[in-house]
Nanobody, 123 residues
Framework: QVQLAESGGGLVQAGGSVRLSCAAS????????VGWFRQGPGKEREFVAA????????WYADSVKGRFTISRDNAKNMGYLQMNSLKPEDTAVYYCAAPGSGSPYLVSSYGYWGQGTQVTVSS
């Protein structure tokens, strides 16, 4: 069993930055990919970013490429999502997910999910 807990969300103005954290407990996630997804109002959950177990590989949705940076600290069993140049369309509940097995882009590739953290970007 893996428990995941996101933190760091909140209200931010367009153009601002937010750093989300994902704390894992119960089992190490060091050997697995970690993903971030988001779900906006009335929308399906969508892929945002993912990182391989050792950080050597990262994947991003086109909509966030160049603005968001995913990272991890295996010693702390933590994942992070640095979000810069935020836009109102980035408003969503953000979820971290692990462990990742298979395509990093798919919801079905992840076994455990956090409860989500709300990010609201005002214009």
């Amino acid at each position: 069993q893996v428990q995941l807990a996101e933190s760091g969300g909140g209200l931010v103005q367009a153009g601002g930055s937010v750093r989300l954290s994902c704390a894992a407990s119960g089992r190490t996630i060091s050997y697995y990919a970690v993903g971030w997804f988001r779900q906006g109002p009335g929308k399906e959950r969508e892929f945002v970013a993912a990182i391989s177990w050792n950080g050597d590989h990262t994947w991003y949705a086109d909509s966030v490429k160049g603005r968001f940076t995913i990272s991890r600290d295996n010693a702390k069993n933590m994942g992070y999502l640095q979000m810069n140049s935020l836009k109102p369309e980035d408003t969503a509940v953000y979820y971290c997910a692990a462990p990742g097995s298979g395509s990093p882009y798919l919801v079905s590739s992840y076994g455990y999910w956090g409860q989500g953290t709300q990010v609201t970007v005002s214009s």
